[in-house]
Each structure stands twice: as structure tokens, then as C-alpha cells.
């Protein structure tokens, strides 16, 4: 029980990959709080939760806006009294080539993936160091910002994704630096691509998609949302107690790839 008496507020954290996160540290201990804008997958996330006998709550919350963050933090601070972990993981994708690429859905994936991560980390920060002054013996908090491997090496068709989740790096970097005397460390989590119900319909609409990742992937599969939530345990666990300022790339070795791997037969 690595989070017995933590809490762990989770933007994003209704479905997929953000749910995961929400199994895994309230399967370690920790009270669960998702942020989210689906509301009744939300509410279903929740019910889930307290069913495995875990302690959780849910929060409408759109990350675009500072009043909704804020609110978040003030109803897990209401219902828990404490913050000591954030993942900042909602995040939205949108297709198009560089030309063809609308102003406003640039403003929109920058505005999720990039504005709304820097008000779930003010506002987290905030939370984490009124939970400082008011726990004696607190251990410091934890902020986990959600990248990309596309930070890094970049697909066609995307434009907005991957400029937005390289700033989340330089972003977790400024954070990391600025937080560090108030006990808190920042880190990022750069998934590759990871099993969750939209990339099953992408492989369902594009068949040859797995093959594609088997070439370009050294462990020839995509993630499993749980390897992902365990390297976020890992990372607001004491064990990742000197790391702070890091994106650590959770990839099957695809950053390490040049050409690609050979066909099997």
C-alpha cells in the first residue's frame, strides 16, 4: 500500500488511460479524485472504485478553465484534506496536415494539452502546500504531467499533438525547477502508443495500423494501460524520491529505433 492515506487527483481520468492510473493508486491506497468532463463516465469510474472498496470522488472539470481546475483541488481538499499526487493527463488529438490545419483546433489542442496541464499544476501545487502547512509529517507531493514519444519524433497528419506535448516537457522542466524548495517534484510520462478503446478502433478502421507499430516498435506491440499506470505508481512512489524534472518515454524501445525492425516471417 505504497499510498495508504494519499490523494491522487487524476485530470482526465473517466476512461482509458487516465482510468487506469485511478485503478492502480487505489489498488496502493491512495483516495481517488477524477477531474473530468464526462460527467457519467465519471460517475460509472467512481462507482467502480467504491465498489473495489477504494475511497473516491468525481468532479466535473474542464482544464481549459482556471474557476473549474480550482474547484477541483478546493472539492479534494473538502472531501479528503489533502492533495499528494496530480497526473495531469487530459489530453485531446486532433488530425491534420500542417497546411490544412484550422486556427482555432490549434488553439484548442494547445488550450487542453498545454494551458489546461499549466492550471492543473498551479492549482495542484497550490493544494499540495496548503497540505503541507496543515500535515505535520507530509512527505511532499508529486506532480505527473502526461507527454509523448510524439514530443519527440513526430507522424504525419499531426501538428498540433505533438508541438503541444513537446512544450509539456520544457513545461515540466520550468515546473520542477520552480517547485522544488515547496517539496514538490514534477516529472512527465511519455506514453508510445498504448491499448485503450480508441486505438482498438483505429486498428479495427485500419488493419495493416499493428503491423506498422510491430516494424517501428523493438517489442512489436503497443502498451497495455497498466504498464503506463505502473510507471506513473513507480514515479510518485519514495522509491522515485530523486527524480524530478525527468519525461520518462514508456515506448517498447521506439525511441531507440532508426530504420525499422525486420519483417517476421
Known amino acids: 500500500m505504497k499510498f495508504k492515506d494519499k490523494v491522487t487527483v487524476i485530470t482526465g481520468g473517466a476512461t482509458g488511460i487516465g482510468l487506469a492510473y485511478a485503478r492502480r493508486f487505489a489498488k496502493e491506497g491512495s483516495a481517488i479524485v477524477i477531474g473530468d468532463v464526462r460527467d457519467e463516465a ?23 478553465k482556471r474557476q473549474e481546475v480550482a474547484a477541483l483541488f478546493q472539492g479534494a481538499m473538502k472531501a479528503f484534506g489533502r492533495v499528494d499526487c496530480c497526473i495531469a493527463n487530459a489530453g485531446i488529438v486532433h488530425d491534420s496536415g500542417f497546411l490544412d490545419l484550422e ?11 498545454v494551458k489546461g496541464v499549466f492550471l ?13 502547512k496543515a500535515v505535520p509529517d507530509w512527505r511532499g507531493g508529486v506532480i505527473i504531467n502526461i507527454a509523448s514519444t510524439n514530443a519527440v519524433v513526430v507522424q504525419h497528419g499531426q501538428v498540433a499533438y505533438p508541438v503541444s506535448k513537446g512544450a509539456v516537457n520544457l513545461l515540466t522542466k520550468v515546473m520542477a525547477i520552480s517547485l522544488a524548495d515547496d517539496g514538490i517534484r514534477v516529472v512527465a510520462i511519455g ?15 485500419h488493419p495493416e495500423f499493428m503491423k506498422n507499430v510491430s516494424l517501428r516498435t523493438p517489442l512489436r506491440r503497443p502498451a497495455e494501460v497498466d504498464e503506463i499506470a505502473g510507471v506513473a505508481a513507480f514515479l510518485a512512489s519514495e522509491d522515485a524520491g530523486y527524480i524530478t524534472g525527468q519525461t520518462i518515454y514508456v515506448e517498447g524501445g521506439r525511441l531507440c529505433l532508426n530504420y525499422m525492425m525486420p519483417e517476421r516471417p
Do not use: C, W
Open 42 to 64: 465519471g460517475a460509472d469510474a467512481v462507482k467502480a472504485l467504491r465498489e473495489s472498496g477504494g475511497r473516491a470522488a468525481y468532479f466535473h472539470a474542464d482544464v481549459t
Open 103 to 113: 486556427e482555432e483546433d490549434f488553439d484548442r489542442v494547445m488550450d487542453v494539452n
Open 120 to 132: 492543473t499544476g498551479q492549482e495542484a501545487a497550490r493544494a499540495m502546500i496548503a497540505t503541507g
Open 191 to 205: 506514453p508510445g502508443p498504448t491499448r485503450t478503446e480508441m486505438l482498438d478502433n483505429v486498428i479495427k478502421s
